[in-house]
């Protein structure tokens, strides 16, 4: 992981890029965006996605919407084109009750979706993809959620960005206003007492890790190639 200093917010700001986003509407991409648009880091934030959302907010000014359909996304290649940096975050949760029920579905959207927004970013002149996999992803894992991811990865390294940071959490500890998903409720009661006392250990809060995925963007690379697990990414999101 790189040892460089980090940028402060204002030097970065001076450096004019521009970013894009693939899944801005899931749980870690809308912690994402808050930060980006409370920090005011790039001049355009361009968010792909299946529909548009509303944002209400002079914040939000620096968005810019593309509604594209993840089933051809060659046929969008342009929306990928021109952004210095790429947050790419889509995915189902490993929690999700029957996300290994349906293979050919979770492949498509941890997979698929992912790896050609890769390529097109790549193609389109991206030189920093920020990518969020997960603990214990590899491509020789025997659970398939952990397979898919690994696989994800190994193929993005093969893309040859200038870098490639690859995240990959723990447990996401995520204080939902609506909790309908019961199974999601037990288990962060049953590692909250491990979240308190081994905080690195097994769970990571959204906030720290959407923190860490921007603030990779203000740390001067080290290598081509980086992995944060979950206690750098505690690291790198502990940064003001």
Sequence with gaps: MATAAMQTDEEFIATNQSAFMVGATGETGKHILEELTNRKLFQTITLIGRREVTYEGEKYQSIVQKVVDFDNLDSHADVFKNHDVGFICLGARAGNTGVTSNLPALRKVDHDYVIKSAELAKAGGCRHLVL????????????????????????????????????????????????????????????????????????????????????????????????????AIHRMGGKK
């Design 132 to 231: 969020l996999s997960a603990m214990k992803a590899s491509k020789d894992a025997s659970h398939p959620y952990s397979k898919i991811k690994g696989e994800v990865e190994e193929e993005a390294k093969a893309f040859g960005f200038d870098r490639l940071s690859i995240f990959q959490p723990a447990v996401i500890m995520v204080d939902r206003k609506d909790e309908t998903r019961v199974g999601e409720w037990f288990l962060k009661k049953a590692l909250a007492p491990v979240a308190f006392f081994f905080p690195t250990a097994l769970t990571v809060p959204i906030a720290t890790l959407a923190r860490a995925m921007v603030n990779t963007a203000l740390t001067p690379k080290d290598q081509d190639v980086e992995v944060l697990d979950n206690k």
